[in-house]
């Protein structure tokens, strides 16, 4: 059976990595992705909803399909309010998880991150974390939460974090055993080809950090 796929996030190193997946996946026959800004893309599978997502009521009738992929994330960098931040790292999820529920998407695939913790100090794994707790509350049939270490992949933008880590963070991870395979880097493709995976069926873990992901995607 051909399946829709629901993408918010298709802009960035993995989103935009899932949506050449999912265009090229013969498992799906119609992929809708939510953007702010109209993407020079081409494809009869693509249907594109522009959305400034401030009313989200606005796309009950669009949220509709088999699997929703979100991976929409932001900066301190690009978003210095810390209101503004916590509406896209928090409310954002949350919210369109709710309606996707609601629209009766079985599958729900959330790209956290490695370290997320509603109790973290820092306010990113903290977002994350507590938006982890507050997915596992919907009730999907499927609920699957991505925990990736470094990605490995060409951005669009620049991370000097990401220049200076991952080379560092690939000599360590020669070292790294047990519990701390984790964090060793992973490419983009093996992440996105891990996360299509997870649609295909009753997850009894909901939780995949890269060592998990590496076993999923390189497969």
Known sequence: MM????????????????????????TYNKIKIFVRKLPSIDNSKVEVINTDFLDLDTLKEKLTGDDCFFCIGTTHKDTPDKNEYRRIEYDLPVQLAKIAKF???SNFIYVSSIGANPKASSTYLKNKGQVEEELKKIG???LSIIQPSFLVGNRKDFRIIEVLGIPLMKFLSLFFF??????????????????????????????YSSDRLRELGSN
Do not use: Q, R, W
């Not at 399946?3 to 265009?23: P, Q, Y």
């Open 3 to 26: 399946k829709t796929a629901v993408l918010f996030g298709s802009s960035g190193l993995i989103g935009s990595n899932l949506l050449d997946n999912l265009i090229n996946n013969n």
């Open 103 to 105: 629209n009766s998407i």
């Open 140 to 142: 999907f049939s499927n």
């Open 178 to 207: 047990g519990g701390f395979k984790k964090y060793t880097p992973i490419k983009v493709e093996i992440v996105v080809n891990a996360m299509i995976k997870l649609t295909s069926g009753n997850n009894s873990e909901h939780t």
